[in-house]
């Protein structure tokens, strides 16, 4: 439980965007080999020809979490429903989290507080502006910003599609590998080099009923000389099944300001 005392700030901001899974029986997705001749502008419309599209998913998830000296473990669950919420649960709903198009809340039943607003956290957290759209691309391993607004160059990268953007912006600094035979996300980074921070999220990914979908998700968070590692395994998952989303935050708890 001592993991749930953590889920606060930056720790809940990375953990709830970036929770999701697979469903049924897992296969390892093939490989496959990167295609020199492709150009940014193909490499671009492949990542959205092969988007994920689903309806709604349910996932157990096991997460690893790590910081300095301490090391945790749990085990917590997940629903989604696409384009609407994400609610993420810990056992006995010590700890529960919400996210809707316009809202973020959660609650913490060890320390009796809950946070409820908006994306704003979220965005100063991560260097970007933050919305329900991103998050959910997060979560499905497709790219965080729309490709499609900017002009990107292509590399070949330890046999990945490597984008970065003709002109960065003023704020952060953003790559994006793809995978070369899904052209899903292999790795998204985020740099601030004003503020010594960096994001990096690396995803594996199974076929599940010919759907390709994250398997793990290993994320690091380098904040100066402090490190952060959370590892995400997600099993047990289905899609389509029929969810809802119980919230309600808890009479007489302490709000937090972030």
Do not use: W
């Amino acid at each position: 439980m001592k993991l749930i005392k953590q889920i606060t700030g930056y720790n809940v901001a990375i953990i709830l965007l970036l929770l999701l899974g697979s469903c049924g029986a897992k296969r390892a997705v093939a490989t496959g080999e990167v295609d020199a001749n492709l150009t940014a502008k193909k490499v671009i419309q492949q990542h959205y020809q092969n988007q994920l599209n689903f309806t709604t998913l349910t996932a157990k998830v096991k997460i690893d979490y790590s910081k300095g000296d301490e090391s945790q473990g749990v085990s917590v669950s997940l629903r989604m429903k696409k384009d609407e919420a994400i609610l993420l649960s810990a056992p006995f709903g010590m700890f529960k989290a919400l996210i809707t198009p316009d809202r973020v809340s959660f609650y913490n039943k060890l320390e009796n507080e809950y946070f409820d607003g908006d994306f704003e956290y979220l965005s100063k957290l991560l260097g970007t502006e933050m919305d329900f759209n991103k998050v959910q691309n997060l979560l499905v391993g497709d790219a965080i910003l729309n490709l499609k607004q900017d002009k990107y160059q292509v590399q070949l990268v330890e046999n990945t599609y490597k984008l970065t953007p003709k002109q960065q912006k003023a704020l952060y600094e953003i790559f994006f590998y793809l995978k070369p035979n899904t052209f899903k996300i292999a790795k998204q980074e985020v740099k601030q080099s004003i503020k010594n921070r960096k994001l990096d999220m690396r995803y594996t990914y199974q076929d599940v009923a010919s759907k390709v979908l994250p398997s793990t998700v290993d994320i690091l968070v380098l904040e100066g000389q402090e490190k952060t590692t959370i590892n995400l395994e997600y099993k047990n998952v289905e899609l389509g099944k029929s969810v809802n989303f119980p919230y309600k935050i808890p009479i007489g708890f302490k709000e937090i300001s972030l």
